[in-house]
């Protein structure tokens, strides 16, 4: 009986615990692309942003798991939409549901590969993620053909892909105990 | 081996990034593409004359 109380003590606590760093994820997540919006990184092409969320992505996807990690980005993406976008039905909101659901689900299914780095799964991510946008954008619109924008994003993609590889993985280095 | 396993997925991704330029160039310079470019359009006046569309028409004497 004793044994029995303990262990749901411990699970009560574990699924807390859980429960805690998703939450935390999201904030940090919802901080990160606000601070984004306001510094001013343009290059004249639209759509051309760091994506420093995707970082705290590539730590959930690693250190969670991939379903978690995916109701992370869903939450992440509508929660912005509602703060700082146009809504939930606005073109931006689905362009950045479609990047984001291809790019976890890339991620997600590299991870399960040890031998790949964290970075290159992420450039993965950057890359599926510039990709899917404009194909949701061309799919929106038939006749247009954005297959130049596509490529320089999806370029453009595999940079800052590198860059939020890196400083997830640093993250994760630095966090191993945090692993539920 | 995991070295290299990375830089061919990274070769992978590239490659992947060069197949939308791939497709832009193909469709951009395609021959039927170019043929229609080179299609001029005309159209026919009250006269009879033909005349190149969005000009104004010469004024006859």
Known sequence: MRIQKKQTRSDTRKKTQRLTLCALLTAMMLILGYVESLIPFNFGIPGIKL????????????MLSLPTAFLLMLVKVLLSALLFGGGFLSPSTVFALAGGCLSVLVMGLLHFDKGLWPIVVSMAGGVSHGAAQVAVYMFMNPGSNLFLYMG????????????????????????????? | ???????????????LCA???ALHFTHAF?????????LVPVSLTEEGDVTLQGMPKTPKE
């Open chain 1, 152 to 180: 320089v994003l999806m370029l453009v993609g595999m940079g800052t892909g590198a860059v939020t590889g890196f400083i997830g993985d640093r993250v994760m280095r630095h966090m191993k105990t945090l692993k539920t």
């Open chain 1, 51 to 62: 994506g420093l969320s995707n970082s705290v992505l590539i730590f959930a996807v690693y």
């Open chain 2, 30 to 38: 395609s021959p039927r593409r170019l043929d229609a470019d080179r």
């Open chain 2, 19 to 21: 197949l939308p330029f």
């Open chain 2, 1 to 15: 081996m995991k070295t290299t396993r990375n830089i061919l997925v990274i070769a992978l991704l590239l490659l």
